[in-house]
């Protein structure tokens, strides 16, 4: 089931989360905006009323696409709901975005023999160096049975500044579960990594 009611401080709702086939968080979702910009809320998802709808292959593209769009907006909320999304290429992260899934019911799978360009199946990178983004609720399959090469695939990989991770479960990839990676000789700073299982990862569940 999705959250009975999404709020935000700023008092958005929109009735698209409740009770979505696929969902298993329960509940109301409350989203702090305390030190983010809500200028836009999109939904993904794979069937029914959403903004950017995923079709099974390379749904990366949609997903890229809503991420994009918020930002350009000047920041807000990616939500996706329940289901399994089949990822070929990197999600690029962007500043002041917050990509929630609808728990561990949305799944980011890796595909069968990937080539990840970039590291990071979820990637939060960029130049200038991001700030103010948010991964919350889901889960990623890194689906290490059928990825026999190692290179670029780990769970989260990021160079930034102000990232929220929390109630993620991340499994199963090739490489590192979650690298929040330092950019040069600066650091990642002022992180928040809260209520995550990470686990059955190929080199560790963090580094």
């Not at 695939?153 to 929390?166: A, C, Q, R, V």
């Not at 979650?178 to 686990?199: A, E, F, R």
Request: aromatic content about 8%; overall charge negative.
């Amino acid at each position: 089931m999705a959250p009975n009611k999404v709020t935000l401080s700023t008092g958005f709702l929109d009735t698209r989360y409740i009770n979505v086939t696929g969902d298993t968080m329960t509940g109301d979702l409350t989203v702090s905006t305390t030190d983010k910009v809500v200028k836009m809320v999109v939904v993904v998802g794979t069937s029914g009323a959403v903004d950017y709808l995923c079709d099974g292959t390379a749904d990366e593209v949609q997903i890229n696409q809503a991420i994009d769009a918020v930002n350009v907006a000047g920041g807000g909320i990616v939500f996706v709901r329940g289901g399994t999304y089949y990822i070929s290429s990197n999600i690029i992260l962007k500043s002041n975005v917050t990509l929630i899934g609808c728990g561990w019911g949305t799944i980011f799978k890796l595909i069968n023999s990937a080539t990840l360009s970039l590291a990071g199946i979820i990637r939060v990178v960029g130049s200038p160096r991001l700030s103010k983004v948010s991964l919350r609720n889901f889960a990623i399959d890194g689906n290490k049975a059928n990825n026999v090469t190692v290179t670029n695939k780990y769970g989260i990989y990021s160079t930034t500044d102000y990232l929220t991770m929390k109630d993620l479960y991340v499994h199963d990839c090739p490489a590192y579960g979650i690298d929040p990676h330092g950019d040069g000789s600066t650091p990642s700073q002022y992180l928040k990594i809260l209520n995550n299982y990470v686990v059955d990862n190929g080199d560790a569940s963090y580094d």
